[in-house]
């Protein structure tokens, strides 16, 4: 339940807080007092347009804050689990900021929040039946809309399932206006691929090659130096001016052997000499077996180096490294396949195209079937409220039509009514009056609410257009509204403020040079002179203020036989 709205510094409101109870709370004043700011400070918590000329004047932001009383639905408790959010003692606070540099700020609980999020998750705690809604009747979209929502979970997930089915039925579709707007190039596109088949292959590429050749050319660069290091360091260990270091080694050693045979202790340096010996031996052998595989071979160099120029050249062409041209020569090679045997691709493209359209139809068939049903309960109910809302012989019918296949299935709703006797059925938007349309809209506000379970509505002068029974109809059609659903309603009516629990007047008042515009909760006697007000004007009488009691009476009245 909406709880409290706090407004400050927008437009003619400085600062502003309205506690709302549940039951009907009505709002009302004088034309242009201000009442449709509390509507815009409502929409803008909804994530509605921001727009600088909300900032009251003089001011660098404005501010709106709404709280709401739990339990919340369980599409809001996911809404809320996915973002992290969760909600203050079973309270969710919505806050909107708007600044004069253009900039929005969205909380929720206090954390900041995409406008997205906001939207999405106020669309769940509040709905509000503006004057333009009346014109969002009319449009086909919107008619069709408002029987998918009243059909239901089983028919949205319905709706989802042809969503799909039409993205893979247009997804083939497309795959087949291109092989066919490419059947003309057929034979230039397979000369290419076979070229680029062609020169890969001729290159009798091998994974790895790459990097043994650049080893291999290394090498070969740089023969001379490996030559002379290699030979300097057999001969620092095999020859020397006096003695070769291995050959006074080998000397040393027998010495050792010799001391180790009279003196057991000289066994173990004997023995660590023995082992240095052997491997400066090993060392020494290696060094010349390297040397003698040296390699200064000018034209291996070349060939090496025409080599690795083929496989960059390549490279750039068809990817960086041998691994990458290999595979793109793979990729080409089904390429090539599917050109060079374009009947069969032919035939498999208008198979997939087939079959994924006709599992659109099918689901769309299904879709079909499930709105038919909707729109039928869907009318029913509707004509038992606007027959309730003096209306007695309307009937109100969504009819379905046939229409061009689309994401959204293939069909068009459009809503008829017969007001009268006699007259036959005529689409809504032809023949109702402002007072039918205010009807409709409001028996089709309470049905969709019941199954979208929205746990507040907010109407902005639904009663516009309306008088006498037809009026007195719409009161009470708003205050059984109020019976299970929190209702907030802008109004000019008497009867309708009569049936509120609360009763709140907007007036604009002067402070300090400037005009502001005050919200304040009326007392039972303020009440009554408000009422007087709507009734007569200036020109209130003791008959008037009769009225005015009795009016409150009778809604005091109802809502005890709730």
């Keep these: 339940m909406f709880i409290e709205l706090y407004v400050e510094n927008l437009a003619l409101i400085e600062a502003a807080t309205i506690n709302w109870s549940g039951g009907l709370n009505v709002l009302s004043?004088?034309?242009?007092?201000?009442?449709?700011?509390?509507?815009?400070?409502?929409?803008?918590?909804?994530g509605g347009r921001s727009h600088q000329d909300y900032i009251r004047a003089g001011c660098e932001k404005c501010f709106v804050q709404g709280v709401f009383q739990g339990p919340f639905d369980a599409v809001t408790e996911r809404l809320l689990a996915e973002a992290g959010l969760e909600p203050f003692a079973d309270q969710l606070i919505l806050a909107r900021e708007l600044q004069n540099a253009g900039r929005s700020i969205c909380r929720v609980n206090m954390r900041m929040v995409p406008v997205t999020?906001?939207?999405?998750?106020?669309?769940?705690?509040?709905?509000?039946?503006?004057?333009?809604?009346?014109?969002?009747?009319?449009?086909?979209?919107?008619?069709?809309?408002?029987?998918?929502?009243?059909?239901g979970s089983g028919l949205m997930a319905q709706g989802e399932k042809v969503a799909e089915a039409w993205d893979k039925w247009q997804q083939n579709k497309t795959e087949w206006e291109h092989f066919a707007a490419n059947q003309a190039q057929l034979a230039q596109k397979a000369d290419f691929l076979k070229y680029q088949i062609k020169e890969i292959e001729a290159a009798n590429l091998t994974s790895g090659e790459e990097e043994e050749l650049q080893t291999e050319r290394n090498l070969l660069?740089?023969?001379?130096?490996?030559a002379e290091a290699g030979q300097d360091a057999f001969f620092a260990l095999t020859v020397g001016e006096k003695s070769a270091p291995l050959e006074a080694v080998g000397k040393a050693m027998q010495c050792l052997d010799k001391l180790a045979g009279m003196d057991p202790a000289m066994g173990d340096l004997a023995k660590q000499l023995q082992d240095t010996y052997y491997a400066m031996e090993d060392v020494a052998t290696e060094l010349r077996k390297y040397n003698e595989n040296i390699v200064d071979d000018p034209s291996r160099l070349?060939?090496?180096?025409?080599?690795?120029?083929?496989i960059k050249t390549l490279g750039r062409k068809y990817g960086g490294n041998i691994p990458e041209i290999l595979a793109f020569a793979e990729s080409i090679?089904?390429?090539?396949?599917?050109?060079?045997?374009?009947?069969?691709?032919?035939?498999e493209l208008a198979n997939k195209l087939a079959t994924t359209k006709a599992a659109y139809m099918q689901k769309a068939d299904i879709l079909?079937?499930?709105?038919?049903?909707?729109?039928?309960?869907?009318?029913?109910?509707?004509?038992?409220?606007?027959?309730?809302?003096q209306m007695p012989a309307a009937h109100f019918e969504p009819r379905l039509a046939l229409a061009e296949p689309s994401r959204g299935g293939v069909d068009e709703i459009t809503f008829f009514i017969s007001p009268n006797p006699g007259e036959g059925f005529k689409p809504v938007a032809k023949i109702a009056s402002a007072g039918e349309m205010s009807r409709i809209m409001l028996a089709v506000k309470v049905i969709l609410a019941q199954t979208d379970k929205v746990p507040t509505l907010i109407f902005d002068e639904i009663d516009s257009g309306l008088g006498g029974r037809a009026l007195a109809s719409m009161?009470?059609?708003?205050g059984e509204v109020a019976k299970n659903t929190q209702a907030i309603c802008v109004t000019h009516s008497p009867l309708v403020a009569a049936y509120a629990?609360?009763?709140?007047?907007?007036?604009?008042?002067?402070?300090?040079?400037?005009?502001?515009?005050?919200?304040?909760?009326?007392?039972?006697?303020?009440?009554?002179?408000?009422l007087c007000r709507m009734l007569a004007g200036d020109k209130a009488s003791q008959t008037t203020l009769s009225q005015a009691r009795e009016m409150l009476a009778t809604g005091e009245t109802k809502r005890q036989n709730k």
């Excluded at 669309?123 to 086909?140: D, T, Y």
């Excluded at 090679?333 to 035939?347: C, G």
């Excluded at 309960?377 to 038992?384: D, F, S, V, W, Y």
Aim: glycine share 6%; hydrophobic share 35%; net charge negative.
């Design 221 to 226: 660069q740089n023969a001379a130096k490996l």
């Design 333 to 347: 090679k089904k390429e090539l396949d599917n050109w060079e045997n374009y009947e069969l691709y032919e035939k």
């Design 302 to 310: 070349d060939d090496v180096e025409k080599r690795l120029e083929t």
């Design 475 to 478: 009161a009470d059609k708003l």
């Design 368 to 389: 079909t079937n499930l709105r038919r049903k909707a729109a039928k309960k869907l009318g029913e109910n509707i004509t038992q409220e606007i027959q309730e809302l």
């Design 29 to 46: 004043g004088e034309t242009g007092a201000g009442k449709s700011i509390v509507i815009d400070a409502v929409g803008l918590l909804l």
């Design 501 to 530: 629990e609360q009763h709140f007047f907007i007036n604009k008042e002067e402070k300090e040079g400037r005009t502001v515009a005050v919200v304040k909760k009326l007392d039972q006697s303020q009440r009554e002179a408000e």
């Design 117 to 151: 999020f906001l939207k999405e998750l106020a669309c769940r705690l509040i709905n509000i039946h503006g004057q333009m809604e009346h014109m969002l009747l009319l449009e086909p979209s919107n008619q069709l809309a408002m029987v998918d929502s009243y059909g």
